[in-house]
Each structure stands twice: as C-alpha cells, then as structure tokens.
C-alpha cells in the first residue's frame, strides 16, 4: 500500500520539498492572505488545528486551519496568534469561540485573547460526565440547564441537577453561565449553538483526505471551480447545470449574476414553453355527435382472489406505517429475562405467566387455610 501510495501521490520527501513553492502560489493567487509554516519534516496523518465559523445562511465558513505536529498549548498559542493578526480586534467585532475542551485550547485561548467571548460544546460536557456518572435523568437535566432561556429556568434546572447528582451539579458549577446556557450567551453574535456541530460536520468531510501526503490532503481540501466552463469538483454544477455553493461564491467574487451561469433550460423562458400548450374542455355530453358504428365492450376482466387491493404492493423492506419511504429497524434476537429463553420477552413468556399464576393460588390457599 505503501509504494502504491508513493506512485500515485509522491513521497512525503517529494511533498515537503513542494512546500515553500505551493505558499508561494498560494500567495500570489490569493492576495492579502496569511500562509505561513515551520520547515521541520513531519510524518503524515497529522493532527489539525480548524477554525470553523458560521455564515449568515447558517452554512459552514472554514476561517483558517493549519497542520502541526502534536495538539499542544504551544502549538495552539502559535496558531491562535496567526489568527488574531487577521482578526485583530475580537472584542470590537464581537468574536465568538467555541471550543470541546482540546488539549491546550483553553489556556492558550486565554493567553492569547483575554476576556475573548467563548462556549464550551454541551455534548463534550455530557461526555466527561458520562465517564463519572452515567445517569439517562442526569443527560435530560444537563440539556434543560443548556437549553434554558430564562436565569430562572436555568437556575430551576440546576436545582433538578443537584437533586439528582450532588457531585454533577458541583461540576457544572465550574463553568460560567454565559460559557454553555442560553440563558447566559451574548446576543452579539447572533448565534444560540451550544453543540460545535460545525467544527464535526467540517471533520466528517476531510475524514477522507486526512491521512494522505501534505499537498495532496492541502490541495484535495478546496473546491476548484470554473466558471467559464461551469464546472466544479463535486460535479454537481456539470449534472444539474445550477451552480453548487461553491461556485455561487466565485460568480458573487466576480460580481456578477448567479442566474446569468444558470442552463436555458431552467430559465423561466423554457418552463414557459413547456406549458405553453393546452387540453381544451370537451363539451357536455348532449352536445356529443353519435358514433354510427359499433359500440365499444370494455376489455374481458378476470376478478382476482380475495378483497380488492386499493395500495400499491409495498416491498418487504418498507415500513408499513405513516412514512413508504423510510426503512424498518432491525432487532436481535429477543431473550426474556425471566426464563432466558430466546424469541420472547417476559411480557409474553407462558413460563413466567403459569409461575405467577400458580404463586397467585398457593398464596390463596394460604389464605383461606388462615381464615379457616
């Protein structure tokens, strides 16, 4: 696998000795960005640092990401320094960040950008509690406390928190209102996430390039566009002729009109003349001209067996229920807990129902006995 690898993509000594030729490119192709690296060799596979922000349609903005050798305070301090040179002011302009508690993260962020707005990711709150305390009651309280609107409803909440678990209640305590409740959040940003579903979804796409050689992982995580061909990497502006979102965003770079890189069959020209001609009405039926010839039969029918069927015939692995299009769960084998037995459950199971009634006459007897 490996040779194959070095055939198709290169040796990571090919790669590296790229490096300083791809910044230069990227520079000069994309004027008044930031690009910059250290010139130490490292393996592939490596850890990555994103910074994932949200746009004004709730779709993912990836701001800035880099490759480092190790996630790390000094590493991180490094990369959040980069960035707060293209940010500058994030008080002024009201930045926002959440983070999942990475290694180094936190401390960096604070030393970096003091007093920075930030939230913590609730589903990596309910993780670290889950490893101390797994309690289904205790997951619903942490999400009502996260999804309170009100100081009073939050505050409500974590009374139901410590009533439950004294030592979840002292944990969540640690964290500042404002960092993981509604309840607390700025209503700068616009924004009333309390998951980083965003920095997920943008792992789940590069999951896939992640571990192969630098400028191949680099490169294959943009989107080329054409706009004079109408074309994308995703094929999706060559198979349905409409601009994906990528290439909306290099029309409106350009300043000009996403309907003008739109096929003339879509336009609205076309779909008028494809409903440009009509069935006309027929007149009532005693006005009809008699037909001097035979009269039609209708065709031989032969009735089938049983109730006439008014659905279409569903196929064995459709649900049949509100939804024809959605797919049936599979379950295991069911094992009742009372006899241990395979393909019923306790609710159901004879042995259980004849123990229980026998109990139920013995302790009749029992009692008849006594009153005698």
Not at 187 to 193: G, L, Q, R, T
Request: proline share 4%.
């Amino acid at each position: 696998m490996e040779m194959a690898k070095d055939i198709i993509e290169g040796t990571e000594k090919e790669h590296y000795g790229k490096l300083h030729n791809y910044l230069s490119e990227l520079l000069k192709a994309n004027l008044g960005s930031t690009c910059t690296m250290s010139t130490h060799p490292q393996p592939e596979g490596l850890p990555k640092f994103r910074i994932v922000g949200q746009d004004a349609n709730n779709h993912l903005f990836p701001i800035a990401y880099t490759v480092v050798n190790a996630e790390t305070k000094k590493n991180w301090k490094w990369f959040l320094h980069l960035l707060y040179e293209d940010i500058r002011d994030y008080k002024e302009f009201g930045w926002n960040f959440m983070n999942d508690e990475q290694k180094g993260l936190v401390p960096a962020l604070q030393e970096v950008m003091p007093r920075v707005s930030h939230r913590f990711c609730v589903m990596h709150m309910w993780q670290n509690l889950n490893k101390r305390w797994k309690d289904k009651e205790l997951k619903g309280a942490l999400w009502q406390c996260a999804r309170a609107m009100t100081d009073l409803k939050f505050k409500n909440a974590m009374t139901y928190v410590k009533r439950i678990n004294v030592g979840a209640w002292e944990y969540l305590s640690s964290y500042e209102q404002s960092s993981w409740s509604k309840s607390g959040f700025s209503e700068w940003p616009k924004v009333d996430n309390v998951t980083n579903n965003n920095a997920e979804s943008f792992n789940a796409t590069i999951v896939g390039i992640r571990g192969k050689s630098i400028l191949t992982m680099l490169e294959e995580m943009r989107v080329t566009v054409n706009t004079l061909e109408r074309t994308c990497t995703y094929k999706k502006w060559q198979l349905t002729e409409l601009s994906c979102c990528h290439g909306v965003a290099a029309i409106q770079r350009k300043n000009h009109r996403p309907e003008d890189y739109v096929h003339h069959w879509l336009c609205m020209e076309h779909y008028n003349r494809a409903y440009q001609f009509h069935i006309n009405s027929v007149p009532s039926e005693e006005y009809w001209v008699d037909y001097e010839g035979y009269p039609c039969l209708p065709p031989p029918y032969k009735r089938p067996i049983g109730r006439p069927t008014k659905k279409r015939a569903h196929h064995e692995f459709e649900r049949q229920g509100n939804s024809q299009y959605k797919m049936p769960r599979k379950y295991g084998q069911t094992t009742c807990n009372w006899c241990k037995k395979q393909g019923h459950n306790a609710r159901t199971c004879e042995e259980k129902k004849k123990s229980l009634k026998g109990q139920t006459s013995e302790a009749a007897e029992t009692a008849f006995g006594s009153a005698n």
